[in-house]
């Protein structure tokens, strides 16, 4: 019997260790059980049998015990390959939820770069995203319920923080405030977080509650009533910041018409006065009312969105317009920042041009000064060539800074410059012209700055010469401007050149009638002209007898003559000197078809000229 008992033991821990085990081995079990009571039944009624029959016996119970350790060993087998089946299954399922997830991981990864979520906006505080549905409802459909929700229980007037909690479920996790659902936190929204529902779920939670503690400060009595003494307070201040501010600048007003009659005086540049007293002092007025408004403006900029800010239903309204303000502000500020290393490069090339150009001027001044003498480069070329490479420079300097400038990578920028430079180039072709023009008779030098010439049908002083035009001072002290590319196109006589290389010849024209004698007329004409100041002696002057006509003969008288400037005084000058010669010498200056009958008339020489 005892061994009986210890065999069930033993059959009974089998099966403790393994609950899993096949129905088969518990059936056996049973059976084997079974057939040990009624063995055991027997023996308690059997008579004791003879020592035969105990042998008998004992020898039967060694078969039977044989036979019950071969089953064990059968059922021990049998339990190790239902192990193994068992956790050959639950591996296999493990692998299929991990390629599972693994699924779900991937769609979510690959949505979450192109899915917006969805705000759960409470008084226009964003307090968690949604990016998953639940059931029926869309994301946008769950935010919406949660933040009425929160609303509803906020304006319910029953908030207590310690009534959140979550509460677990088969498929999802529940968010309660007491016994009513705020909302529920699926798989899939723990997916979209990267986290597990429970930690989710707990997260949310404590953003709900703080939110609903806030709300409960927020809507309180004496939360109300502080609110509306600040918003007092402010408009108070503000009342009082405007007084003072205007108070102040009248006291400026009057500073500044008294400082008028007492200390100020007037602005000068130079010897021009830009604003008498009275002018400045209304310029110095109006500043003051300039910064006057600016300040005012300045402390409604700050109190204004202050005064909203008080009011959780506007504190959105204030942030924005607040933001409207600084944003500018900021984006200038930040803009000039940014811009430091471009300025301080512009100011660079700005400098080194400046210092280059001031160089090539030095030596400019010494070549058209004659003190610095280079090889065929004439003095008078010195200024306009130091004005090209100026231009040159500078254009240069023009090129290098554009890509630093602001905004010069802007399709706006860039059309703004294709449009100047296209009506630069469609209207620039006579200035071009002019230009090019100015630059050939520069270094063509057909005449210099002071020099006497003539130019079609204007004769005078050349003034300024420019690369577009070139100015006259007639006779007449009349200035005149002659395009450089009119210049290009017409006769150019230069009376000073020719003055200064080859001495000018004054010349004019005169007839006389036959009968006083050509050598005569020529020794008075020759007389005159040495005679005249401005005229040279040397080399002498002469005449030329021009035209045999058929009342008279016509002379002309040539002297030399070194002052071009002079040409139209020693003209004068000659022609008065002619009169008085001819008429000291009692040779009459009539016209050649003047019939002079001796019948008793006067001569026509000037009594006090008559010789005697």
Same mark, same amino acid.
């Given at each position: 019997?005892?061994?009986?008992?210890?065999?069930?033991?033993?059959?009974?821990?089998?099966?403790?260790?393994?609950?899993?085990?096949?129905?088969?081995?518990?059936?056996? +079990?049973?059976?084997?059980?079974?057939?040990?009571?009624?063995? #055991?039944?027997?023996?308690s009624?059997?008579?004791?049998?003879?020592?035969?029959?105990?042998?008998?016996?004992?020898?039967?119970d060694? +078969?039977?015990?044989?036979?019950?350790?071969?089953?064990?060993?059968?059922?021990?087998?049998?339990?190790?390959?239902?192990?193994?089946?068992?956790?050959?299954?639950?591996?296999?399922?493990?692998?299929?939820?991990?390629?599972?997830?693994?699924?779900?991981?991937?769609?979510?990864?690959?949505?979450?770069?192109?899915?917006?979520?969805?705000?759960?906006?409470?008084?226009?505080?964003?307090?968690?995203?949604?990016?998953?549905?639940?059931?029926?409802?869309?994301?946008?459909?769950?935010?919406?319920?949660?933040?009425?929700?929160?609303?509803?229980?906020?304006?319910?007037?029953?908030?207590?923080?310690?009534?959140?909690?979550?509460?677990?479920?088969?498929?999802?996790?529940?968010?309660?405030?007491?016994?009513?659902?705020?909302?529920?936190?699926?798989?899939?929204?723990?997916?979209?977080?990267?986290?597990?529902?429970?930690?989710?779920?707990?997260?949310?939670g404590?953003?709900?509650?703080?939110?609903?503690?806030?709300?409960?400060?927020?809507?309180?009595?004496?939360?109300?009533?502080?609110?509306?003494?600040?918003?007092?307070?402010v408009?108070?201040?503000?009342?009082?910041?405007?007084?003072?501010?205007?108070?102040?600048?009248?006291?400026?007003?009057?500073?500044?018409?008294?400082?008028?009659?007492?200390?100020?005086?007037?602005?000068?540049?130079?010897?021009?006065?830009?604003?008498?007293?009275?002018?400045?002092?209304?310029?110095?007025?109006?500043?003051?009312?300039?910064?006057?408004?600016?300040?005012? +403006?300045?402390?409604?900029?700050?109190?204004?969105?202050?005064?909203f800010?008080?009011?959780?239903?506007?504190?959105?309204?204030?942030?924005?317009?607040?933001?409207?303000?600084?944003?500018?502000?900021?984006?200038?500020?930040?803009?000039?920042?940014?811009?430091?290393?471009?300025?301080f490069?512009?100011?660079?090339?700005?400098?080194?041009?400046?210092?280059?150009?001031?160089?090539?001027?030095?030596?400019?001044?010494?070549?058209?000064?004659?003190?610095?003498?280079?090889?065929?480069?004439?003095?008078?070329?010195?200024?306009?060539?130091?004005?090209?490479?100026?231009?040159?420079?500078?254009?240069?300097?023009?090129?290098?800074?554009?890509p630093?400038?602001? &905004?010069?990578?802007?399709?706006?920028?860039?059309?703004? #410059?294709?449009?100047? &430079?296209?009506?630069?180039?469609? &209207? #620039?072709?006579?200035?071009?012209s002019?230009?090019?023009?100015?630059?050939?008779?520069?270094?063509?030098?057909?005449?210099?700055?002071?020099?006497?010439?003539?130019?079609?049908?204007?004769? &005078?002083? *050349?003034?300024?010469?420019?690369?577009?035009?070139?100015?006259?001072?007639?006779?007449?002290?009349?200035? *005149?401007?002659?395009?450089?590319?009119?210049i290009?196109?017409?006769?150019?006589?230069?009376?000073?050149?020719?003055?200064?290389?080859?001495?000018?010849?004054?010349?004019?024209?005169?007839?006389?009638?036959?009968?006083?004698?050509?050598?005569?007329?020529?020794?008075?004409?020759?007389?005159?002209?040495?005679?005249?100041?401005?005229?040279?002696?040397?080399?002498?002057?002469?005449?030329?007898?021009?035209?045999?006509?058929?009342?008279?003969?016509?002379?002309q008288?040539?002297?030399?003559?070194?002052? +071009?400037?002079?040409?139209?005084?020693?003209?004068?000058?000659?022609?008065?000197?002619?009169?008085?010669?001819?008429?000291?010498?009692?040779v009459?200056?009539?016209?050649?078809?003047?019939?002079?009958?001796?019948d008793?008339?006067?001569?026509?020489?000037?009594?006090?000229?008559?010789?005697?």
């Open positions: 019997m005892g061994r009986f008992v210890f065999l069930m033991l033993l059959i009974v821990g089998l099966a403790a260790e393994s609950p899993r085990a096949d129905a088969q081995i518990i059936r056996k +079990a049973g059976q084997f059980l079974q057939t040990a009571f009624d063995e #055991s039944a027997t023996d009624v059997t008579p004791a049998l003879a020592p035969a029959a105990e042998r008998e016996n004992s020898r039967a060694s +078969a039977t015990v044989e036979e019950l350790a071969m089953k064990i060993r059968e059922m021990q087998l049998n339990e190790v390959m239902l192990r193994s089946e068992l956790e050959s299954a639950r591996t296999r399922n493990q692998e299929e939820d991990s390629l599972r997830d693994a699924r779900r991981r991937h769609t979510v990864d690959s949505l979450r770069a192109v899915t917006p979520g969805v705000p759960v906006l409470v008084e226009n505080d964003t307090l968690f995203m949604l990016y998953a549905p639940f059931g029926a409802y869309s994301p946008e459909d769950r935010a919406t319920r949660i933040a009425d929700t929160i609303m509803k229980i906020a304006g319910a007037g029953r908030l207590s923080r310690d009534s959140v909690y979550t509460r677990e479920n088969e498929e999802y996790v529940d968010i309660m405030y007491g016994d009513r659902i705020l909302m529920s936190v699926t798989l899939q929204d723990a997916l979209w977080q990267n986290t597990s529902q429970k930690k989710l779920a707990e997260n949310y404590r953003i709900i509650d703080a939110k609903i503690d806030y709300l409960r400060k927020e809507n309180s009595f004496w939360q109300i009533l502080r609110r509306a003494g600040l918003f007092v307070a408009l108070v201040i503000q009342y009082l910041v405007f007084k003072l501010i205007n108070y102040l600048f009248r006291r400026l007003r009057r500073r500044i018409i008294r400082f008028k009659q007492q200390r100020l005086k007037p602005l000068y540049i130079r010897d021009y006065e830009l604003l008498n007293k009275r002018r400045l002092t209304r310029v110095l007025i109006l500043a003051s009312n300039l910064v006057r408004w600016m300040l005012l +403006a300045t402390v409604l900029i700050f109190t204004v969105p202050i005064l800010a008080i009011f959780p239903q506007t504190e959105n309204l204030a942030l924005r317009i607040f933001v409207y303000i600084l944003s500018p502000v900021r984006m200038v500020l930040k803009g000039i920042l940014n811009y430091i290393p471009n300025l490069i512009i100011g660079v090339i700005w400098i080194c041009v400046r210092y280059i150009v001031r160089g090539i001027h030095y030596i400019a001044e010494e070549i058209h000064s004659e003190k610095l003498k280079i090889s065929g480069f004439y003095p008078d070329w010195a200024r306009p060539t130091f004005n090209i490479i100026r231009f040159m420079l500078y254009a240069f300097m023009i090129a290098m800074i554009y630093y400038l602001p &905004g010069s990578e802007s399709g706006v920028f860039q059309g703004i #410059s294709v449009f100047v &430079g296209l009506i630069v180039s469609l &209207g #620039s072709s006579t200035v071009i002019n230009f090019i023009a100015g630059f050939v008779i520069t270094y063509m030098r057909p005449f210099r700055e002071g020099d006497f010439i003539k130019v079609k049908d204007t004769v &005078g002083n *050349v003034i300024e010469k420019t690369p577009f035009v070139t100015r006259l001072r007639t006779i007449k002290n009349e200035v *005149v401007t002659i395009p450089n590319s009119f290009m196109s017409s006769d150019t006589v230069n009376y000073s050149a020719s003055a200064r290389r080859y001495g000018l010849i004054v010349h004019t024209v005169m007839t006389m009638g036959y009968e006083v004698p050509w050598r005569k007329v020529h020794d008075l004409l020759i007389r005159a002209a040495l005679h005249t100041p401005g005229i040279l002696h040397e080399p002498q002057p002469f005449v030329l007898e021009l035209e045999l006509n058929d009342n008279y003969m016509s002379y008288i040539n002297a030399y003559t070194d002052n +071009a400037d002079e040409l139209p005084r020693l003209t004068s000058d000659l022609l008065q000197n002619i009169q008085d010669y001819f008429h000291d010498a009692g009459e200056l009539v016209a050649p078809h003047y019939f002079a009958t001796r008793g008339s006067a001569s026509r020489i000037p009594p006090d000229r008559r010789p005697r």
